[in-house]
């Protein structure tokens, strides 16, 4: 079974810009969660989505925004991006339904985004 | 509000050697779950291991245990036997009490073995 894939691994953008993530959950999955890791703020949930639908959200700007598509890929967008956005993005993606545990959530490799 | 507090930024230990990380945490649940993750350098969350709050006995997944202490709400990742592949970042987490995805992350211990 594949597991989690993001994409691209790394990206480099300019302040100002704006940037789209993308993960590709393991199949069968129907949630994925995103979460910013960062030396400053550790790691930081931003938001999960569940069958198309955001179902939680983190306290992060407006900036940040996400969508699920029918397959359950899912991607994030930051817009007018900041130095301060710089971080490892992770993707985590699970069955999200009834009695899932929390901590069965695999995670990708994380997208690695350096802010100039 | 809940946090998970790490307070070992990093560690050196000898290859074979058992080890010890610290996890401390705070909530007002009575009901909730800890568990631990590593991270390499390649950057993914590796999932360790996971207690219940009413488990009762001690976690343990091969050379990983848990050493929970409800009364001192410690939760403790004990590797034996140490190998060189267990260098990396290990976080310790909890469930977030209004959303059964999240999680929350303690600072993390970079993790460092010796041969």
């Known amino acids: 079974k594949a597991g989690v894939t993001q994409t691209p691994r790394y990206l480099i953008k300019t302040r100002g810009q704006q940037v789209t993530l993308s993960c590709s959950p393991i199949?069968?999955?129907?949630?994925v969660s995103w979460y910013q890791q960062t030396p400053g703020q550790g790691l930081q949930f931003l938001f999960e989505?569940?069958?198309?639908?955001?179902?939680n959200k983190g306290n992060f700007p407006g900036r940040f925004s996400g969508r699920q598509f029918s397959n359950s890929r899912s991607e994030m967008n930051v817009s007018t991006l900041e130095l301060g956005d710089s971080a490892l993005y992770l993707c985590?993606?699970?069955?999200?339904?009834?009695?899932?545990?929390?901590?069965?959530?695999?995670f990708g490799p994380g997208t690695r985004l350096t802010v100039t | 509000a809940q946090k998970i507090t790490q307070t070992q930024p990093g560690m050196f230990v000898q290859e074979k050697e058992a080890v010890t990380l610290d996890c401390t945490y705070d909530?007002?649940?009575?009901?909730?779950?800890l568990f631990w993750y590593k991270q390499p350098s390649s950057g993914e969350m590796i999932f360790l291991i996971y207690?219940?709050?009413?488990?009762?006995q001690n976690a343990t997944e091969g050379r990983y245990s848990l050493n929970f202490q409800k009364a001192r709400k410690s939760a403790n990742l004990v590797i034996s036997a140490s190998q060189l592949g267990d260098s990396a970042m290990y976080f310790c987490?909890?469930?977030?009490?209004?959303?059964?995805?999240?999680?929350?992350f303690g600072s993390g211990t970079r993790l460092s073995i010796r041969p």
């Open positions: 987490a909890m469930e977030d009490d209004s959303s059964a995805s999240k999680i929350i």
């Open positions: 985590a993606s699970s069955s999200g339904g009834w009695g899932a545990m929390t901590y069965e959530q695999y």
């Open positions: 207690q219940g709050s009413y488990d009762e």
């Open positions: 989505y569940f069958s198309e639908t955001q179902r």
């Open positions: 909530t007002s649940d009575q009901s909730y779950g």
């Open positions: 199949s069968g999955h129907r949630s």
